[in-house]
């Protein structure tokens, strides 16, 4: 099984092909193909790479399929006895990318 280890917009995904994941909006119209360059590991059938911080050498190719939004995540302060409480809601904007080769030069 060949796996890779990602830093995308300061969070760390585990990224294996054919298979999509949801990142932060990346601003690119639907269908466009990515590179996504900072990759921190790389396990290649139990040959493992570690990056000084990132791999050079492989890249990895998506493919843009959608964006949309996230759950609804509910963040409500109240200060006790003093009769202050807000309520606010947010949804997160995504963009699914599909996994489609991990490339090693």
Known sequence: MKY?????????FWIETGKYYDFNKIPTE???????????????E??????????????????ILEHLRGNKTIVYKMRPKKKTRKKQGHRQELTRVFIEDIIIN
């Not at 990132?54 to 493919?63: A, F, R």
């Open 4 to 12: 890779a280890i990602v830093e995308i917009s300061g969070r760390q």
């Open 30 to 44: 639907l269908g466009k193909q990515i590179t996504l360059n900072r990759v921190l590991l790389l396990n290649d």
């Open 46 to 63: 139990g040959n493992v790479l570690i990056g000084k911080p990132y791999l050079e050498t492989v890249k990895i190719k998506g493919k």
